[in-house]
């Protein structure tokens, strides 16, 4: 390890959902080619053996540090206490149920050191579920206020920030409207306010997707989705009679039950295994 911590990787955990697959992500983060980070693992209140787990993690590398919360305040709550408590210049992003590729760092700081007009970084992802890989998601490469009316075109924990950007917009929203949107509502503000972002197109991060993540888009979380929607869309200059549906889109989905999403959305990554993402971007192993 150099003598200063360069990159601060911060993972809010709240009662994981396997002990396997929470330490394979905690595993990633130690087994990167980029030497210079800390992992700063956020317990958000999290209840018996997950607790324990998230303790383990922590001895696992002298460049872990847990901070334990005693209530649950939610994912952007804790990814702001983890910001206060980061010693790097730039902000890595990871789930914790999420993989990182062993270059994914060093990939990602080259590239915002060797351009200064993006303030973050995201990438591609390998979508896996128990079964193994089952296709990709593609990101935007330079995305535009435009990309924001289907879904959000940044991978939340595929991104790297620089530090003073999430200072200057204020970090993420904690407050109950934005809960489990967070991410959304935050990457449209920091468009809104002139920042821009920039998605490598390689797949850095293996996404965990199975058909429980489709169960847990509650009626609840899909009502405050549409308010962000509505919201950021109006800030970005995008909000018209013409893009209504894509507001209106979190409650349109949600008719269609999870499981038959998630059988959808394999169909149409099967058949698009043969375009160029596939053939530029193999899977990778760790």
């Known amino acids: 390890m150099g003598n200063k911590v360069k990159v601060s990787v911060i993972m809010g955990v709240y009662n994981p959902k396997e002990e396997r697959r929470f330490f394979a ?3 990633s983060v130690i087994h990167q080619s980029f030497p210079d980070w800390e992992l700063i693992l956020y317990d958000d209140g999290s209840g018996q053996p997950y607790a324990e787990w998230i303790r383990r993690a922590g001895e696992r590398d002298g460049r872990i540090r847990c901070i334990r919360g005693e209530d649950n305040r939610g994912l952007g709550y804790g990814l702001n206490v983890c910001i206060r408590h ?8 990871m789930d914790d149920d999420d993989i990182s590729r062993p270059d994914r760092l060093e990939r990602q700081i080259d590239f915002l050191e060797g351009h200064p007009q993006y303030q973050w970084v995201g990438s591609n992802a390998e979508l896996v579920d128990d079964l193994g890989a089952w296709g990709f998601l593609t990101m935007p490469e330079i995305p535009q206020a435009k990309d924001f009316l289907f879904h959000s075109p940044y991978i939340h924990p595929s991104v790297v920030f620089r530090k003073e950007a999430l200072f200057q917009n204020g970090g993420y929203r904690s407050a109950r409207d934005t809960l489990q949107c967070e991410d959304y509502e935050l990457f449209m503000r920091l468009h809104q306010n002139g920042g821009r972002g920039y998605n490598l197109q390689l797949p850095l991060l293996r996404y965990w997707e199975d058909r429980e993540s489709y169960q847990k ?6 009502i405050r989705e549409m308010r962000v929607r509505y919201q950021g ?8 009679g013409r893009t209504v549906p894509y507001v209106l889109k979190p409650l349109l989905v949600g008719v269609v039950p999870s499981s038959i999403q998630h059988s959808l959305k394999k169909s149409a990554q099967r058949r698009r295994q043969e375009n160029a993402l596939w053939k530029k971007g193999k899977p990778w192993s760790v």
């Open 217 to 222: 888009r509650t009626y609840r979380r899909r």
């Open 86 to 93: 980061a010693a790097g210049d730039y902000i890595a992003r």
């Open 25 to 27: 992500a905690v595993d």
């Open 233 to 240: 869309f109006q800030a970005l200059g995008v909000l018209s």
